[in-house]
């Protein structure tokens, strides 16, 4: 390559070079040239790990973009994947051996550009309202289709709680549906002589509002911030016959007024952006009764707080923001909230995102013809490195239990498992997913 360019080629082997501890990888450039790196492929059943990069700017852009280039040139077709190995491979391999993504090689490099990469993070986590209902269209309005082909019948766009790591994705969804009721205290709905009322803050696709009304009768008020998710959520709870309990709509959790005795937030906290959790802390506060349960599940670092890639804000959840638990537990306490419970899932969600990869995979040409391979391959690439981050990095699931007054819940925990365990063996569930494809494979 010319002169002016040799500084991010020397940039990009450099890294992998000291990156690679453990197997082979082998990097074919535009021009013909090998590299190799990494000690030998004993260990590696289908042999070594082949990368091609189609053109001369790939180098140069994945060296001088670290935060976005890998996934950028994979994304445009400028880097290849050799069989028998795809993309989640190669970013497991890598990661692997870096053990985090988090590793020196992939960081910003130098105090000031780790102080620019701060500051735009945060400057993205500013969600006013309007920024707000953006950025969730952004990430949820996509195709229903697209959803329907990768998620389990239910839409659950969570972990799902792998209680045997053979279960089904379905299985692992339902049960997770159970830990949170269980976590929630739902069972004290039968000892009231009215419905207990619950609001579902960033409700998703409805599932969690039906199956608690399902199980325990409640009123439940879901809200988010996508129309086509509530138009979604409302013909569900139509269909069921139970839209006159369990309601959804297209509204701002900071407009919802009322009082309930309970409140869940699932796969929410990470869109709301730390600047605003005070705010998120203090306004569910005065949502819920005095003697009511909050419980929250997102997404959480295992260390300190820090920033979200700049992939990840660019191309998935703009605005999005994964908080550590010191962060969620400071701004609680401020608002007045007690927490009762914490509990760090660790690998379910590297479970439920393998599943996810390979239910895209398998149906990769519906994807390409309701979109296009550019974003079939983001879709890969955002799936593949989130379970990375999962599985060999410093992401985990929080689960979090608050209340205002500590009688609210028993004073064991019996009751989290005792009553798990009776939702589990009171449903099972669905057989097949949505699309007859998978019967079919199966078959």
Not at 194 to 219: F, M
Not at 378 to 395: K, P
Request: a neutral charge; one cysteine or more.
């Amino acid at each position: 390559p010319p002169r002016s360019t040799l500084f991010p080629y020397t940039t990009l082997f450099r890294s992998l070079k000291r990156a690679i501890k453990r197997g082979k990888l082998i990097v074919t450039d535009y021009n013909g040239k090998v590299y190799e790196y990494g000690p030998g492929a004993d260990e590696m059943e289908k042999g070594p790990m082949h990368i091609r990069l189609t053109t001369r700017k790939a180098s140069a852009h994945i060296a001088k973009y670290p935060q976005v280039g890998a996934g950028e040139a994979y994304m445009w077709g400028w880097m290849e994947i050799g069989e028998p190995y795809d993309i989640r491979d190669m970013v497991l391999f890598v990661t692997m051996n870096a053990k985090r993504l988090g590793d020196a090689s992939l960081k910003p490099k130098g105090p000031m550009r780790k102080a620019v990469q701060k500051t735009l993070a945060r400057v993205d986590g500013i969600n006013l309202r309007g920024k707000a209902r953006k950025n969730a269209e952004h990430t949820y309005n996509l195709t229903r289709r697209l959803y329907e082909l990768f998620l389990d019948e239910d839409r659950q766009y969570t972990m799902g709680y792998y209680r045997d790591v053979e279960n089904s994705l379905e299985k692992a969804q339902l049960d997770k549906k159970a830990h949170i009721a269980a976590k929630m205290y739902m069972e004290k709905a039968r000892e009231t002589d009215r419905p207990l009322r619950v609001l579902d803050i960033g409700c998703g696709w409805g599932g969690l509002a039906l199956y608690l009304n399902k199980h325990y009768d409640c009123e439940v008020l879901g809200v988010a911030l996508a129309r086509d998710q509530i138009a979604f959520c409302k013909e569900r709870a139509k269909n069921l016959g139970v839209d006159d309990k369990v309601k959804f709509a297209l509204m701002d959790y900071r407009d919802v007024e009322g009082q309930f005795d309970r409140i869940s937030s699932v796969g929410l906290l990470e869109h709301v952006g730390t600047v605003h959790y005070p705010q998120f802390f203090e306004h569910t506060h005065k949502l819920l009764t005095n003697d009511g349960v909050m419980f929250s599940h997102c997404c959480g670092r295992a260390g300190p707080p820090g920033f979200t890639d700049a992939w990840t804000r660019k191309y998935i959840f703009p605005g999005g923001y994964i908080p550590a638990l010191s962060e969620l537990v400071t701004q609680s306490e401020k608002a007045g909230f007690q927490i009762m419970d914490v509990e760090a899932m660790r690998f379910h969600y590297s479970h439920t995102l393998e599943e996810w990869y390979k239910r895209t995979v398998m149906h990769r040409e519906e994807i390409v013809q309701l979109y296009d391979e550019t974003f079939y391959r983001m879709w890969l690439f955002y799936l593949a490195g989130a379970e990375q981050s999962f599985r060999h990095g410093m992401m985990v699931n929080w689960q979090l239990q608050y209340v205002k007054d500590r009688a609210a819940v028993p004073m064991t925990g019996d009751y989290v498992y005792e009553e798990s365990r009776r939702l589990r063996e009171s449903e099972e569930p669905p057989s097949w997913h949505l699309d007859p494809a998978l019967k079919e494979a199966a078959e």
